[in-house]
Structures are given as structure tokens and as C-alpha cells.
């Protein structure tokens, strides 16, 4: 579900390395689901996504301020809104008022490639032009 595609590359290494990271956790999530594992380990999977995003987030929006990046904060916002949505998923699975379920999956994928397709590879000649300045 969660397959790297070369098109979601914004030719940036580490930022490519990381969005790689972030699609295999996801799948493993997914992997999680299709075999029923128990929530336990499931919200596990989920804590490391939920930390890895942060880790990926943070980075990003240094390399973005450091490059001036006009849209910045406009790209953080989408960042912090989806920060808010995982922690919550996070908190009501905890407290077993959801469970992990495809839509969640489907929303995820969705809000990844749209949004390395559609913003992440927008602020990426500015930070290469930077890079090569
Ligand atoms: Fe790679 Fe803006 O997240």
C-alpha cells in the first residue's frame, strides 16, 4: 500500500531518505492491520510513526526556514494540522476508542503523497539553490 514511487522524489537525499522512512513505517502499520496483530503492538508501530513524523517535520522545516522559503509558514500549518490529527488518532487508540482501520490508512497515503507531491516538491529548488549558492 504504502510502495515508494521515484515520482514522489523532491531530489533532495536526506529529505527523500526520510520520506522512504516514513512509507515504511506506514506499510508496516498496514502489514500490522492485514494480520490482526494485537493493539499493543499495533499502537507501537503507531508511537514510532507518530515520532518519526515530528523528527521528519522538524528537519524539514529548518532546511525550509534556513532557505527562506516564502511559504514556509503556510507549510507549517499543514505540518502542525496533521502533528495534531496522528496525536489524537494516537490518544483514542490508546483508550480503545478506535481501532486501526483501512480509512485511516487510505487518509494517511493520501495526505503523504499529496502533500510531498503538491508542497514538499515546491520548496525544494529553494533549498537546492541555497545548497548550490
Ligand atoms: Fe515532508 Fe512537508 O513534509
Do not use: C
Request: charge should be neutral.
Amino acid at each position: 500500500m504504502f510502495d515508494w514511487n521515484d515520482s514522489y522524489s523532491v531530489n533532495i537525499a536526506s529529505i527523500d531518505g526520510q520520506h522512504k522512512n516514513l512509507f515504511r513505517i506506514a506499510e508496516e502499520l498496514h502489514a500490522a492491520m492485514l494480520k490482526g496483530t494485537a493493539q499493543a503492538s499495533t499502537s507501537k508501530i503507531l508511537d514510532r510513526l507518530v515520532q518519526y513524523v515530528g523528527v521528519h517535520f522538524a528537519y524539514e522545516e529548518r532546511l525550509m526556514q534556513a532557505a527562506h522559503y516564502p511559504a514556509f509558514p503556510a507549510h507549517k500549518a499543514m505540518h502542525d494540522e496533521l502533528t495534531k490529527q496522528v496525536l489524537q488518532f494516537q490518544e483514542d487508540l490508546q483508550k480503545g476508542k478506535h481501532s486501526l482501520t483501512i480509512n485511516l490508512l487510505q487518509f494517511l497515503k493520501k495526505w503523504l503523497v499529496n502533500h510531498i507531491e503538491g508542497e514538499d516538491q515546491k520548496y525544494a529548488p529553494f533549498v537546492n539553490a541555497k545548497t548550490a549558492a
